[in-house]
């Protein structure tokens, strides 16, 4: 059993992220190692893209941010090597796709391997361009995590047949953010990956407090929040620490 | 493998949000395409609506002053709306209709592919609402009250470097919003399977008519077919069915902008590396990093990073060649042409054509070459006299 999923045995799991180099890379560790003690169970790196399609306003303006600070991927990988000194906790890359293959799938997934990194997550590489990184990802132990929409009908059976680590499912339509209502059809979905596969699913897109959170991960096994945190780093800059804690505390104590 | 591939190039590199859309739309794109009643009635709207066939027309006094091929000019700029974007357009809006859709978006960069769409959906009686990079907006604020005036709603996008990327990034998180009832009209032969295919089917009358047009004026095939490219689809539509014509040599020019040795270019083949963005594999302007770069040129209609997945596999095997051509040479052809032809055409379309005066005089006399003259050049006077020095404004 791999480590991401030996983190929802141990019940419902709060899935933070984070956008990597926002605002700067030494910050990323401290805020991940600041989350673990709140309570995360899995934490989410996000890698910056100049253009990351499927992102709201909140997580667009966090890339740039990165971006402008100077991020390199030599950088996110002495963080988070600087991250493993302290942690075990299971980490997910979730990034746009291009800059992994301009940096080498090969080189890539090697350092992950190195790096103890557990999963990885590209809202650019659907069921049918999973092939893309499959087979190296698996080369050196990196589960690939798919994801579930409100508009996948058909499709969830042959997702969940092979899905790694967890399912992501997408809460509802459009992109990342901020938002008041969810999909009508999660309970359903959620019902039918367990008809077909053990994998554990857990929900996000737009989960922003603790009533939301609990919500969510009361009809799955977690929740995933982005935007809403990125949000206090934007909000806090440097000074993030604490409210982060209080903040990632509040949901987890939810779930 | 997944489908919709040319060669390693294409694919459908896009959220799942969006997977069954797109399935649907093939699935609907194939029925279509070979059904009778829906090509009686696209032909009909080319020819009664849109003004086709263009013109294939022999500029004379070009030839002349070149002294070498004969050269002839694709007429796109006298199609309906002033260039070939109109004939993706009715292709996808008649498509959307018959899919149930009542709601058009579209990304567009000169506003030109902006404009199309804003015609078909009042033609149509349908929802527009078009993304326009905010720089854009100012540098063709005629096109957005053009697309006003037509009933859409523009929406400026301000994120990133404020043009056609920006565009096309916001249209495809809105449609990844509301896919119901909206049909996102991909303006260039780019993005995510099966769009590539789609827009350049649609585009390909320009050289289904340009290669009967050739045969009956000339009596033999062209030494050469020259276009512009941006995402690529006025080329992909004056190449396709001269692709197996071996002996016709296929020439995109690319936007070189400030030069191929300078960051201010938008020469993808030149100056890119193969990578993944906007659901294709293909070739884009990155940084060291793998981040989409900056790109820049005169005109708003090439000032993308990326080129369209089948001109990366035409290049891939070198059956078409990719050409830079900067501002300073796109300008001087426009002059040019305006002076010589008395052709006022787009400063995207002055990009093929400035090759073709750098060119011609390699060809034989009894050689001809087809410039695809993909748009007419109205919107840019102002943008021209600007940068000539001239303070004019709209």
Redesign the interface.
Known sequence: MSRIQDAFLKGKCLIPFITAGDPSLDKTVEYVLAMEEAGADIIEIGIP??????E?VVI?EASLRA?QGG???EGLFDAVKKIREKSSIPLLFMTY???????GYDAFFAKCKELSVDGFLS???????K??VAEVAKKYGVEVIS???????K?IER?AKEAEGFLYV?SS???TGVRTQFSSNLEETIKTIRSVSKVPCAIGFGISNPEQAAKMAGISDGAIVGSAIVRVIAQYGEQAKEPLKEFVASLKKAL | MSKGRFGQFGGQYISETLMNELYRLEEAYEHYKNDAAFNEELNTLFREYANRPSLLYYAEKMTKDLGGAKIYLKREDLNHTGAHKINNVLGQALLAKKMGKTRLIAETGAGQHGVATATAAAFFGMECEVFMGRHDTERQALNVYRMELLGAKVHPVDTGTRTLKDAVNEAMREWSCRVDDTHYVLGSVMGPHPFPTIVRDFQAVISREAREQILEKEGKLPAAVVACVGGGSNAMGMFYNFIPDEGVRLIGCEAAGKGVDTPETAATIATGTLGIFHGMKSYFCQDEQGQIAPVYSISAGLDYPGIGPEHAYLHSTGRAQYVPVTDDEAVAAFEYLARTEGIICAIESAHALAHVIKTAGEYGKDESVIVCLSGRGDKDVAAIARYKGVDLHE
């Open positions: 893209f100049s253009d990351p399609t499927a709201g667009q971006l991020f390199t991927m796709i291009n800059p992994v293959h301009h940096y809202p650019e590489l659907p069921f049918e361009e092939e893309e994801m579930v929409s409100p508009t996948s009908e499709r997702i997408v339509m459009g992109v």
